[in-house]
């Protein structure tokens, strides 16, 4: 233990040899030592040309070619000391303390001389010099004393030829190695607090690299929409990523619209076609169709071949027009798809829409699977519709073409683009229900062809379907309420 202290006594430094930020100290002690130098070596040599100036020839000091010379050449050295450290490619060498190691033993060993050569000298001033030097070396404590020490040494004799009686010597000896200690105490002290904070910095790093590493395999497993709010609440609340999950995942109560979309026939075709139906058309298809509800600000959920998505953001109009967009953008992919595929494999995909008050968010909780999803009236009626247009008697009435939704939702897609047609089935006549919905009776059909492609149009530019700026967090101000014009309190929410 006390060899241990001995050790990191005299090489402080020891320890931090091998880790990754030595070299970073050490850049920073040559930068440390290169301003000081400059400043101390620079205000010598002025001080050695004003001593001459303003005490030499004021005293009148014989003889006085010598104490100019003297003056001069000291002046001289210590300047050029500190030119030295204004060279990069000088001070950048391996040992770069030497020139000021030099010119510091050199002040100091004259500055001794000058009590022989001038009896009415201070001798203060000689180890004043010495306390100087070893304050610009910037070395450890033991080496900043073992520095002192060679310099008392070299200066013995000056003294003793001096005159200067060993008891004042003993007595500047030691108040010198104390001042000296004393300046040189946090030596230790700041190389330990720079270690230290580069710990901590090294800390940092690797949290945040863990961080990262952690949000993106969050991303792989959100929805776009939900993982773009959680890295905004990380940004502009400075959350951790797990307090941005909760807050973001919390069930609460929304306005939303939804859409529900199956394959008809999915599973006939699985049976008759194989692994083929499911890689070259399902998968890819289901794919494709995620993409364009992402693209719209929708959060999907896939269950099998179907595809269920919900928009939740705090304008209900601008959800409604986004998830009616994701439709008709969705059936569009769709028929792009099957334009490749004979008429047998083709994906026939229908398109559902419904509106109204849901919980959304992980309904599932933290304990078990996470469940971020939708419930209430809208996704259920979905379902019952669902149910309903697979009934024979009007299954022949929809394609893979038309939208199907309820009579409030297409009322309200109506007053908001007005140019829009709907095709209304009178459900009684069919002699079908809705499933726990009696009171709806009739359900309204938008045809997506050459017909309705001006309303499509409008509605596109109605809901400003550059989403680049919307899909980054729920609560901004929509766009359809940012256009001049666009139709204000129609929803009866």
């Given at each position: 233990m006390?060899?241990?202290?001995?050790?990191?006594w005299?090489?402080p430094?020891?320890p931090?040899q091998?880790?990754s930020?030595?070299?970073?100290?050490?850049?920073k002690?040559r930068r440390d030592f290169?301003?000081?130098?400059?400043?101390?070596?620079?205000v010598?040599?002025?001080?050695?040309?004003?001593h001459?100036?303003?005490?030499d020839?004021?005293v009148?000091?014989?003889?006085?070619?010598?104490?100019?010379?003297?003056?001069?050449?000291?002046?001289?050295?210590?300047?050029?000391?500190?030119?030295?450290?204004?060279?990069?490619?000088?001070y950048?060498?391996?040992y770069?303390?030497?020139?000021?190691?030099?010119a510091?033993?050199?002040?100091?060993y004259?500055?001794?001389?000058?009590?022989?050569w001038?009896?009415?000298?201070?001798?203060?001033?000689?180890?004043?010099f010495?306390?100087?030097?070893?304050i610009?070396?910037?070395l450890?404590l033991?080496?900043?004393?073992?520095?002192?020490?060679l310099?008392?040494?070299a200066?013995?004799?000056?003294?003793?030829?001096?005159?200067?009686?060993v008891?004042?010597?003993?007595?500047?000896?030691?108040?010198?190695?104390v001042?000296?200690?004393?300046?040189?105490s946090?030596?230790a002290?700041?190389l330990?607090?720079f270690?230290?904070?580069?710990?901590?910095?090294?800390?940092?790093?690797?949290?945040?690299e863990?961080?990262?590493?952690f949000s993106d395999?969050?991303?792989?497993?959100?929805?776009?929409?939900?993982?773009?709010?959680?890295?905004r609440?990380?940004?502009?609340?400075?959350m951790?990523?797990?307090?941005?999950?909760e807050e973001?995942?919390r069930?609460?109560?929304?306005?939303?619209?939804?859409?529900?979309?199956?394959?008809?026939?999915?599973?006939?075709s699985?049976?008759?076609k194989?692994?083929?139906?499911?890689?070259?058309?399902?998968?890819?298809?289901?794919?494709?169709?995620?993409?364009?509800?992402?693209?719209h600000?929708?959060?999907?959920?896939?269950?099998?071949?179907?595809?269920?998505?919900?928009?939740?953001r705090?304008?209900?109009?601008?959800n409604?027009l986004?998830?009616?967009?994701?439709?008709?953008?969705?059936i569009?992919?769709?028929?792009?798809?099957?334009?490749v595929r004979?008429?047998?494999d083709a994906?026939?995909?229908?398109?559902?829409?419904?509106?109204?008050?849901?919980?959304?968010g992980?309904?599932?909780?933290?304990?078990s699977s996470i469940?971020?999803?939708?419930?209430?009236?809208p996704?259920?009626l979905?379902?019952?519709?669902d149910?309903?247009?697979k009934?024979?008697a009007?299954?022949t009435?929809?394609?893979?073409?038309?939208?199907?939704?309820?009579?409030?939702t297409?009322?309200i897609?109506?007053?908001l683009?007005?140019?829009?047609?709907?095709d209304?089935?009178?459900?009684k006549?069919?002699?079908?229900?809705?499933?726990?919905?009696?009171?709806?009776?009739?359900?309204?059909l938008?045809?997506?062809?050459?017909?309705?492609?001006?309303?499509s149009?409008q509605l596109?530019?109605?809901?400003?379907?550059?989403?680049?700026?919307a899909?980054?967090a729920?609560?901004?101000?929509s766009?359809?309420?940012?256009r001049?014009?666009s139709?204000?309190n129609?929803?009866?929410?």
């Amino acid at each position: 233990m006390f060899f241990d202290k001995v050790i990191s006594w005299v090489f402080p430094s020891l320890p931090m040899q091998g880790t990754s930020w030595y070299q970073l100290w050490l850049a920073k002690e040559r930068r440390d030592f290169r301003v000081l130098a400059r400043i101390l070596f620079l205000v010598t040599s002025i001080g050695y040309v004003a001593h001459y100036i303003y005490f030499d020839r004021v005293v009148h000091l014989e003889p006085i070619e010598f104490w100019f010379k003297f003056r001069m050449i000291m002046a001289l050295v210590t300047f050029l000391t500190a030119l030295y450290y204004f060279i990069p490619s000088l001070y950048e060498l391996k040992y770069y303390r030497l020139p000021a190691m030099f010119a510091g033993t050199l002040c100091c060993y004259t500055q001794a001389r000058v009590l022989v050569w001038y009896d009415s000298g201070l001798y203060f001033y000689a180890f004043a010099f010495v306390i100087a030097a070893t304050i610009v070396l910037r070395l450890s404590l033991a080496q900043s004393l073992l520095f002192a020490a060679l310099m008392v040494v070299a200066q013995w004799p000056s003294f003793v030829e001096a005159g200067i009686g060993v008891p004042l010597l003993a007595s500047a000896v030691a108040s010198t190695f104390v001042f000296i200690m004393f300046a040189r105490s946090g030596y230790a002290t700041e190389l330990n607090f720079f270690r230290a904070n580069h710990e901590n910095l090294e800390s940092q790093r690797q949290i945040i690299e863990l961080n990262i590493e952690f949000s993106d395999r969050i991303r792989a497993f959100l929805p776009r929409e939900i993982s773009s709010r959680l890295f905004r609440y990380v940004e502009e609340r400075h959350m951790t990523i797990l307090q941005a999950v909760e807050e973001v995942l919390r069930p609460r109560h929304r306005q939303i619209s939804c859409l529900f979309s199956d394959i008809r026939g999915f599973t006939r075709s699985t049976l008759g076609k194989g692994d083929s139906f499911l890689d070259e058309g399902v998968i890819p298809n289901v794919k494709e169709c995620t993409y364009v509800v992402e693209h719209h600000g929708g959060i999907p959920r896939k269950i099998g071949d179907l595809l269920f998505a919900y928009f939740d953001r705090l304008d209900p109009r601008d959800n409604l027009l986004r998830c009616f967009s994701a439709s008709l953008e969705m059936i569009r992919v769709n028929n792009e798809f099957n334009k490749v595929r004979s008429e047998n494999d083709a994906i026939n995909r229908y398109v559902l829409m419904a509106s109204g008050e849901a919980i959304v968010g992980n309904l599932g909780g933290f304990d078990s699977s996470i469940e971020i999803t939708a419930l209430g009236n809208p996704v259920n009626l979905l379902s019952r519709m669902d149910e309903a247009t697979k009934n024979p008697a009007i299954r022949t009435r929809i394609t893979n073409n038309h939208i199907v939704m309820d009579e409030r939702t297409a009322t309200i897609l109506k007053e908001l683009v007005p140019s829009l047609m709907f095709d209304c089935l009178e459900l009684k006549a069919f002699g079908v229900r809705i499933r726990d919905f009696e009171s709806i009776d009739r359900i309204f059909l938008h045809r997506v062809d050459t017909l309705n492609v001006h309303a499509s149009s409008q509605l596109e530019d109605l809901v400003n379907l550059d989403v680049t700026d919307a899909i980054r967090a729920e609560g901004t101000v929509s766009a359809i309420r940012a256009r001049p014009g666009s139709p204000r309190n129609l929803l009866p929410y």
